[in-house]
């Protein structure tokens, strides 16, 4: 079992009967999701939304019933994985391009569980380039902006095209190095006209699950 994987079944463990469940995406929510569809085909009762297109069709095509937005109420928990943790638990998300809707999914969420192979635990955030959504209007002016912040940034490109997000926006991958103040660059995000949402995750993850090559599972609380 790869350490995506491990991380992932921990935490579906998490998971029970009548529970309201939000389902992260990437390559480690795919295999919670994998576990959950699972679960429910021996017969566990759930109801769940998706943070992204690619994992609601996973879902359905796994059987685990996917309820409306509009419908399901506050969820009870939220399974996703992370590009960077540290140990604050303040996440960098959105390397799958689904920051957006997550970070909505999550903040309705009652309790969030990331899941991570050791990789992305680190010291300090910004290594890995955060991705901050931008509307495609005047998106050369919102890009300026985010440069102004202090970083290199550059429009995120899929098949030789500018990526667009689930909700047809761009997403510039912004790289700071080092994210020393992580607080006061969220604020500093959002003040910038143009910007949807940017991929810093604080004071939102309960509870981190990190699997280890030398096969210890580390949980880190709140
Ligand atoms: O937009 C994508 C999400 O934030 C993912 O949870 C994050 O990028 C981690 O993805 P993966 O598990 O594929 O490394």
Redesign the pocket.
């Known amino acids: 079992m790869n350490l995506?994987q491990k991380a992932a079944e921990k935490a579906v463990e998490a998971i029970q009967d009548g529970m309201k469940v939000g389902l992260?995406?990437?390559?480690?929510?795919y295999w919670a999701i994998q576990k959950i569809g699972e679960r429910v085909a021996q017969g566990l009762h759930i109801q769940a939304v998706a943070t992204?297109q690619a994992s609601e069709d996973l879902a359905r095509e796994l059987g685990i019933p996917i309820i409306p937005f509009d419908q399901i109420g506050r969820l009870d928990v939220t399974i996703?994985?992370?590009?960077e943790v540290n140990e604050q638990l303040v996440l960098v998300?959105?390397?799958?391009?689904?920051?957006l809707r997550?970070k909505i999914v999550e903040s309705n969420s009652d309790r969030l569980i990331i899941i991570?192979d050791e990789s992305?635990d680190v010291k300090v955030l910004g290594t890995f380039p955060l991705?901050v959504e931008v509307v495609p209007f005047a998106s050369e002016w919102t890009l300026e902006a985010l440069r102004q912040t202090g970083c290199q940034a550059e429009w995120r490109i899929q098949d030789g095209e500018r990526y667009l997000t689930d909700n047809g926006n761009y997403i510039a991958d912004c790289r700071y190095g080092t994210i020393e103040n992580p607080q006061e660059l969220e604020i500093r995000l959002n003040q910038i006209p143009g910007v949807v949402e940017n991929?810093l995750f604080i004071n939102m993850a309960d509870q981190v699950i990190i699997a280890r090559a030398n096969g210890q599972i580390d949980i880190r609380n709140k």
């Open positions: 995506k992260g995406t990437g390559s480690t929510a992204s996703d994985g992370a590009d998300k959105g390397g799958g391009g689904a920051l997550e991570v992305k991705p991929g």
